[in-house]
């Protein structure tokens, strides 16, 4: 996934903002400190670049003025990347139905970051272990992918796919890359045609080498995912079906129970230091 993420989608966001947990969909990445001294997830590289936190303050404040301790910041930051998904699809996306009942974290570490979350350079057998350690099929990874239909990232994350015959990205959409990265802002729009929606454009970008990272381009890498990203380009609605659908399975990937959470007062602290 990008690594350029948001908590609350304002695609850059991500909307997949549930991965950036490397724990599991259990609010681990919304910490500022959970009391052990150990920087947490937000603090690791991949996650850096998240925003939006006040989006999700905001709603679990008045969650809990109305029923206190009845939802937890797992399922607020699930229903943030829900409705995200729906309003930047321009509503195509139907509002699908995303499970509640997820207890919060209690352990986050920056250093599991890195280990947990794929890389904006990895290979597509890099890719899909990293996915199915999480429970999520091949086409999962490519259907979730598409998140990077939005949102900015910072031109480290690519440059090395910037210089001549170092990859197969279109000449002309690198050069134009590498005036962006020159520039006082060294960051890219992670769809150059479309950036503000959440739409199959990806997929027409990865067809025509013009993607940002080794992770997308590696999508066109086998006749398999090739041909899934083939369909996800030409079939209109089959993609934001699939998304759907995979927002919902990635969304019970480590899920937390009263066995093993809570459920915060505050997202960004554990209720007991």
């Known amino acids: 996934m990008p690594p350029t993420r948001i908590a609350a989608p304002a695609p850059g966001s991500s909307v997949s903002s549930s991965t950036t947990a490397s724990s599991g969909c259990d609010a681990s990445v919304l910490l500022n400190t959970t009391g052990s001294g150990e920087p947490t997830e937000l603090k690791g590289p991949p996650n850096l670049t998240l925003r939006g936190f006040e989006v999700i ?9 109305a029923c206190p301790g009845v939802v937890s910041c797992a399922d607020v930051l699930a229903f943030a990347g829900r409705d995200a998904t729906f309003f930047l699809t321009n509503r195509t996306a139907a509002y699908f139905p995303m499970p ?12 599991e970051t890195t280990l947990n ?6 290979g597509l057998e890099q890719l899909n272990k990293s996915f199915h350690a999480k429970g999520l099929s091949l086409e999962d990874m490519v259907t979730l ?8 990232s910072s031109c480290s994350s690519f440059h ?6 170092s990859s197969d990205m279109d000449p002309d959409f690198a050069s134009s890359l590498e005036k962006q990265c ?8 992670q769809d150059f045609k479309t950036p503000d929606d959440l739409d199959r454009q ?15 381009a590696a999508l066109m890498a086998s006749n398999e995912t090739a041909k899934m990203v083939l369909d996800n380009a030409h079939v209109s609605g089959l993609w934001e079906k699939k998304f759907a659908a995979a927002m919902v399975k990635m969304g019970g990937v480590g899920v937390k129970t009263s066995a093993d959470g809570e459920i915060r007062k505050k997202c960004w602290i554990i209720n007991k230091v």
Do not use: C, I, W
């Not at 020159?182 to 729009?189: F, G, L, Q, R």
């Open 202 to 216: 990806y997929y027409q970008n990865a067809v025509d080498h013009k993607v940002l990272f080794t992770s997308d």
């Open 160 to 165: 090395d796919r910037l210089s001549p015959n």
């Open 57 to 65: 303050d905001a709603a679990k404040a008045a969650l809990e003025e």
């Open 100 to 111: 509640a009942g997820r207890y919060d974290g209690r352990v986050s570490f920056s250093n």
């Open 117 to 122: 979350l794929p890389s904006p350079f990895a």
């Open 182 to 189: 020159s520039s006082s802002d060294p960051t890219a729009m």
């Open 145 to 152: 992918s598409g998140a990077h239909s939005v949102g900015r």
